[in-house]
């Protein structure tokens, strides 16, 4: 069993959907979760970044998470065409975010919204 | 800044050769990682460095080989490249208590 599954995909929605993309994960020591936007044939891009159980909201991005479900979630609201993108949920042990650089990922929900 | 680079863009070698993928950062970050990307299972972490003369191994080691003699640079070799090493690779970086920034990739492909 993976450490991290991601819901696959894909998934197409029309512009201004909300759109809801998840992670379950069974290593009870993550402690930091982010989320990461990936265009096609480019590097990741941090999106959102949490520590806490709870939401932590960005403009039309919202994380959420719930360490007790060991679950955590990325809504868009109003989403655009330019949302489309793959998106990788990861997770880390350990002070600062990424404990020594190393995140463990989910294995990516590729994303369309069309106009 | 740059950010983070690497070099070549794109590469095809035949099994058995080997080669040195670049990774630069100017962000004067400690902390540099490999990771490589596969359809279907994410990113994997290779080998990582927290400063310089230091490395360990992450979750798919095998077959390559890692140095850090400066802060800056933290190029990955493989040694005798095979099919199975085909994928996107990623270099990160990152400076303590900071979250990752990703290069552009590099898209090896082995035949």
């Known amino acids: 069993q993976k450490e991290v599954e991601q819901d696959p995909g894909p998934l197409s929605v029309p512009e201004g959907a909300i759109v809801s993309l998840n992670c379950t994960y069974s290593n009870s020591a993550f402690q930091y979760f982010m989320w990461y936007r990936q265009y096609s044939r480019k590097g990741p891009e941090l999106l959102m970044y949490t520590y806490s159980s709870g939401n932590k909201e960005d403009g039309r991005f919202t994380a959420q998470v719930d360490k007790s479900s060991k679950y955590i979630s990325l809504f868009i609201r109003d989403s655009q065409p330019s949302d489309s993108a793959t998106y990788l949920c990861a997770m880390s042990v350990g002070a600062g975010g990424t404990s020594y650089g190393k995140l463990t990922f989910g294995q990516g929900t590729i994303l369309t919204v069309h106009p | 800044n740059a950010g983070v680079t690497q070099t070549p863009k794109f590469q095809v070698l035949k099994t058995g050769q080997s080669m040195t993928l670049q990774c630069a950062q100017d962000m004067n970050h400690e902390y540099m990682s490999w990771y490589r990307q596969d359809p279907g299972m994410g990113l994997r972490l290779i080998h990582y460095?927290?400063?310089?003369?230091?490395?360990d191994q992450g979750e798919v080691p095998n077959g390559y080989n890692v140095s850090r003699s400066t802060t800056e640079d933290f190029p990955l070799r493989l040694l005798s490249a095979a099919p199975s090493q085909t994928s996107v690779y990623f270099c990160?970086?990152?400076?303590?208590?900071?979250?990752?920034?990703f290069g552009p990739g590099t898209r090896l492909l082995v035949l």
């Open positions: 460095s927290v400063g310089a003369g230091i490395t």
């Open positions: 990160a970086s990152r400076r303590m208590g900071e979250t990752q920034y």
